[in-house]
C-alpha cells in the first residue's frame, strides 16, 4: 500500500476512529485502526465489534493494500505531524510514515485480521437531522444506567413511527422524549423498536456534532439487528441490545394532585445550594410546598441546615411533600432549555414529574422519590 494523503485529514479520520476502539481489546486487533486503500480510495475504520466506523478520506492512491495499527500510538504520533504531505507505505505488517522530515515505522497487523465491516440490508430507512441524536443524547441518555449487571438499561429505547420516541431508564428515574421527524416516516401500522447502548450512541452523537447540522441517513437491519448511520464519507455501525426494555408505561403517572410552574434558573440555583448541605445526608433534599412557594432543604449533622423559597405558579394543590436524591435534580434540570418547568406530584412515594413549559418538542422527565421520616 502507497498512499498521499493530508495531515488535516489524517488526523480527522483518525481523531474519529480511536473513539471506537476497544479500550481494554479481547484480541489485539480490536486496539488497532484499520488503514485501507482499496478500489482507488483510503479508508480509516476501527471497532469494538459493538461500534464501528469507516471514514472515507480524500488521498492519492499509489498501491492498494491494508494495514491495522495501534490507535493509541498512531493517534499521539499523527497529533504532532508538520503540516506537510504525509506518505503512508506498508511492508507486510509494518507501516511507514514520512511527513517532511520525520520518518516513523509502526509494527501493526495484516488487514485481513480485521473483522469484516457489516454491510446494510434491507430495512427500515429514514432521513434525520444530525441534531435529532445531540438531543436524544443529552436529554435520555443521562438517565440510562451504567451497570452491566443489566445490559438492557444501559440503552435507549426507541420506537419509530409517524413520531419518534426515545426512551431511558436506570431504575430510579426515566427520560423520554418524543420528535415529529415528519410524515410517513414509518407507516402508521407499522411498529418498530431498537433498544441501542447509550454509551454507544453518545460515541455516535460526538461524531455526528463535528459534522454540523445536516441530515443523516439511517439503516434498521432487522436480520443483523445494527443500526447504520451514513452521511458523505462516513459510515457508523451500532450493535442493538439483547433484552426486553421494561414496561415503562406503567411508570409514568396520571396527573398530580399538585402541579405548579417554576423558574429554572431559580430553582436550579436553589436546589444547587441544598446540595452542599445534602452529601452528608445520602445526597437527600426536601420539597415542601405551602401557600408562600416552594421550600427546598436539606440537613447535615456536620455541616448544618439549609432552606431556600422558591416562588412558584400552582395550577393545582397548593401543598405537598416529596424528597429526592440532588444529584438527580441537578441533572434533570440542567437538560431543560425552557426558561420554565412544570412539576406534578401526587403523594410523598410516588413519582414527581418534570416537563418544559412551551416547549418545542414533549420531554418528560420523572424521578422516583427518596423516602424520609417525618419530622
Known amino acids: 500500500m502507497k498512499v498521499i494523503l493530508l495531515p488535516e485529514n489524517f488526523k480527522k479520520a483518525i481523531s474519529y476512529g480511536e473513539r471506537f476502539v476497544a479500550t481494554k481489546p479481547q484480541i489485539p486487533v480490536l486496539g488497532n485502526l484499520l488503514f485501507q486503500a482499496k478500489e482507488g480510495q483510503f479508508f480509516v475504520a ?5 461500534t464501528g466506523i469507516k471514514f472515507r478520506i480524500g488521498a492519492k492512491i499509489e498501491g492498494e493494500g491494508a494495514v491495522t495499527v495501534p490507535a493509541r500510538v498512531i493517534s499521539e504520533l499523527v497529533a504532532s505531524l508538520p503540516t506537510e504531505k504525509v506518505f503512508l507505505s ?3 505488517e509494518e507501516l511507514s510514515i514520512k511527513c517532511g522530515r520525520f520518518t516513523a515505522t509502526i509494527q501493526g497487523l495484516t488487514g485481513a485480521e480485521f473483522p469484516v465491516f457489516p454491510k446494510k440490508d434491507k430495512g427500515l430507512t429514514l432521513e434525520v437531522p444530525t441534531t435529532f441524536f445531540q438531543e436524544v443524547v443529552e436529554r435520555v441518555g443521562f438517565a440510562a444506567s451504567s451497570d452491566e449487571s443489566r445490559p438492557v438499561l444501559t440503552g435507549i429505547l426507541f420506537n419509530w413511527q409517524r413520531r419518534v420516541r426515545a426512551v431511558a431508564t436506570d431504575g430510579y428515574r426515566l427520560s423520554l ?15 418498530v423498536k431498537t433498544l441501542l447502548p447509550a454509551r454507544s450512541l453518545s460515541e455516535v452523537e460526538r461524531v455526528l456534532s463535528d459534522l454540523g447540522e445536516q441530515t443523516i441517513r439511517l439503516t434498521w437491519s432487522l436480520e443483523q439487528r445494527q443500526m447504520f ?5 462516513l459510515e457508523v455501525v451500532v450493535r442493538a441490545l439483547e433484552g426486553d426494555f421494561p414496561d415503562y408505561q406503567g411508570i409514568i403517572p396520571g396527573e398530580g394532585e399538585t402541579i405548579v410552574e417554576i423558574d429554572r434558573n431559580e430553582l436550579l440555583q436553589a436546589v444547587k445550594l441544598a446540595a452542599v448541605f445534602a452529601r452528608d445526608s445520602a445526597n437527600i433534599v426536601k420539597w415542601r410546598f405551602t401557600k408562600e412557594g416552594l421550600e427546598i432543604s436539606a440537613r447535615s449533622s456536620q455541616v448544618g441546615t439549609n432552606i431556600t423559597t422558591v416562588g412558584v405558579d400552582y395550577h393545582k394543590g397548593n401543598s405537598g411533600t416529596i424528597a429526592f436524591n440532588s444529584r438527580y435534580l441537578l441533572e434533570c434540570l440542567s437538560r431543560f432549555r425552557e426558561e420554565r418547568v412544570r412539576f406534578e406530584m401526587t403523594e410523598a412515594l410516588r413519582p414527581g414529574v418534570f416537563t418544559g413549559v412551551k416547549s418545542k418538542q414533549e420531554f418528560k422527565h420523572i424521578i422516583m422519590p427518596v423516602r424520609v421520616q417525618e419530622e
Do not use: F, Q
Open 46 to 50: 476501527a471497532t469494538n465489534l459493538e
Open 229 to 233: 448511520w451514513t452521511t458523505g464519507d
Open 90 to 92: 506498508v511492508e507486510g
Open 177 to 191: 422524549m418524543e420528535a415529529d421527524l415528519g410524515e410517513g416516516v414509518v407507516k402508521k401500522e407499522v411498529e
